[in-house]
């Protein structure tokens, strides 16, 4: 399974359009994963203050679009090395390979994120 941090209102859009595409597949030419070791450390360095989001969980296998693990796009999150490998789909994520989604909101004291408990 890879991990995908996108909004509410991105979601329930894709999921009227019947697939879901981030914007980073036009202007990078692929979504952006993660593992289950590497999403908090994404989503702390680069979607902190966001209260708006949920969390894919993905099942690579039933991807329609290709999936290659590569190093980071740009500069690794902290607690990453450049040498670290992320799942990124050339494509749009087809709806059925959508495993789950859960609600990802920030801890409201400390302001950093936690895996929901389903996927410790």
Known sequence: MIL???????????????????????????????????????????????????????????????VKWEPPAGPPAPGHFPTDLFPHVYGPINLTAVFAVFDFPPDPVAATFSLPPQLH
């Not at 595409?21 to 036009?26: E, G, P, R, T």
């Open 4 to 66: 995908h941090i996108t909004s509410k209102v991105e979601w329930l859009e894709a999921q009227k359009r019947g697939e879901y595409v981030a914007a980073s597949l036009q202007s990078e030419g692929f979504i952006h994963c993660s593992t289950g070791k590497q999403v908090l450390h994404v989503a702390n360095a680069f979607y902190r203050g966001r209260t708006d989001l949920v969390l894919l969980q993905i099942d690579e296998a039933k991807l329609n679009s290709g």
